[in-house]
């Protein structure tokens, strides 16, 4: 009985960390990455809605939830990085109707810190804890574009095996991630059935990525260039104050 119990307790905690690592994925990916049977993945899944620890969406697909975070020890780096950031936060969801989000890099992923709406909102199936894959996410990709070298070497290597990411996505991340240092800011425009456009920008307190900083809008709502004219500067300016606060915190 106790090694029936430890066999599904292991295949359990392999299913959610499969799950964190990928963000929202269907069962066949989670297949894919940890071999288990697909009957065995949606029972389990099944429990683990049931605790609290991930969410099916209506859409379709399956994502852990924040409640996840409760597990491990608070991140002091992004509880400071919030911290550091509220003001700026607040000034920029002042400035615009659109959501204003704040991540950080956390175990292959981008972890959102901080979102900007309420119930209702825009967006708001998005919650904090909500990780996005790094190749496939503006968040990401300004990651990937002002982390330092070796590191960005690394993390590509490790983006290109995601299950989740688009075959053409691999094809141009080399020139999206070019195209986002020369412009400072990264995007990504309606991928996967998402009606939506994302812009980017990373924090940088030297050569490290911080964190980064992001608007979204309905695709249908702005084009990629107005979100250009209206985003760029105000995103520049608050990753400018954030980086000054939290160098100084």
Not at 53 to 64: D, F, I, N, Q, W
Not at 91 to 112: K, T, Y
Request: hydrophobic share 40%; charged share 25%.
């Amino acid at each position: 009985m106790e090694a029936k119990i430890i066999g599904v307790l292991e295949r359990g905690l392999a299913l959610l960390t499969a799950l964190n690592r990928l963000g929202l994925c269907q069962v066949r990916d989670l297949h894919q990455a940890t071999g288990l049977p697909k009957p065995t993945i949606v029972r389990l899944l099944e429990s683990l809605i049931g605790l609290g620890y991930v969410a099916r969406l209506p859409g379709g697909g399956y994502e852990v939830t924040a409640k996840l975070q409760t597990l491990s020890s608070s991140a002091p780096p992004a509880e400071r990085l919030l911290k550091a950031a509220r003001p700026a936060l607040d000034w920029l969801r002042r400035e615009s109707i659109w959501p204003a989000d704040l991540a950080v890099f956390d175990q292959g992923a981008m972890r959102v810190v901080d979102v900007g709406r309420g119930p209702g909102g825009p967006f708001a199936d998005r919650r904090p804890g909500y990780r996005l894959p790094l190749a496939g996410s503006a968040l990401g990709r300004a990651y990937l574009a002002f982390c330092p070298e070796s590191e960005r070497r690394e993390l590509l290597e490790r983006a290109r095996r995601e299950p989740l990411l688009d075959r053409q996505e691999t094809t141009e991340l080399s020139g999206l991630l070019e195209t986002a240092r020369r412009k400072g800011f990264a995007f990504r425009d309606r991928v996967r059935g998402k009606d939506t456009r994302v812009l980017a920008k990373p924090i940088q307190v030297g050569e490290r990525v911080v964190g980064c900083l992001s608007f979204v809008v309905g695709a249908r709502s702005m084009t990629l260039e107005n979100m250009e004219r209206t985003f760029v500067a105000p995103l520049n300016q608050a990753s400018i104050l954030i980086a000054r606060a939290y160098s100084g915190s």
